[in-house]
């Protein structure tokens, strides 16, 4: 690492890097090519939104790691939506509503583009997630999602 460091360095002030020096980085930067294309090693775990342009960038994403055969088989759709009913069993904010019934088009296409992988949806919560028991409690979610069929955003801030 400190003759990476310095030869970046020593680019920076001179303009140029001498062979010796692209020499000592080649088995540096082949070590890294390996590990990152060894799944036991390195995965990557892709987090978007479900909107238009963090779809479109996802999908560019998983089509240049996969033809540089990097591992990656994990999607987290994060903010997602989920409506509370109101006691009539509509829904009880009508940009909730909108906004869900938006995130549905582009759910549909993660679900369709990504059916070979693991896709995690993460609730959209009404309260800023920080603190270290409230991030490893909303982390968990990443291992145990939520039924949000039966739970509100309402219950897992109780719960955080």
């Known amino acids: 690492q400190r003759r990476v460091r ?22 540096v930067v082949e070590r890294i ?9 390195t995965t990557f775990i892709c987090v978007c939104i ?9 999908e560019r994403l998983i089509q240049k790691l996969t033809a540089l055969d990097i591992d990656t088989h994990n999607v987290v759709v994060n903010q997602v939506v989920y409506p509370d009913k109101n006691s009539e069993g509509g829904h009880a904010c009508g940009l909730c509503a909108s906004r869900a019934k938006m995130q549905t088009k582009y759910l549909d296409q993660i679900a369709d583009l990504y059916e070979d992988f693991h896709v995690i949806r ?5 309260i800023e997630v920080k603190g270290s028991k409230m991030l490893n409690k909303f982390g968990s979610f990443l291992v145990n999602p939520p039924d949000m069929t039966i739970k509100s955003v309402h219950d897992l801030v109780k719960d955080l």
């Open 122 to 126: 993460m609730p959209q919560m009404p």
């Open 33 to 41: 090519n390996r590990e990152l294309r060894d799944p036991d090693i």
């Open 6 to 27: 310095e030869a970046v360095v020593s680019t920076q002030s001179t303009g140029s890097m001498n062979m010796d020096t692209l020499d000592e980085l080649l088995p």
């Open 50 to 58: 479900p909107e238009f342009l963090s779809l479109y960038e996802t």
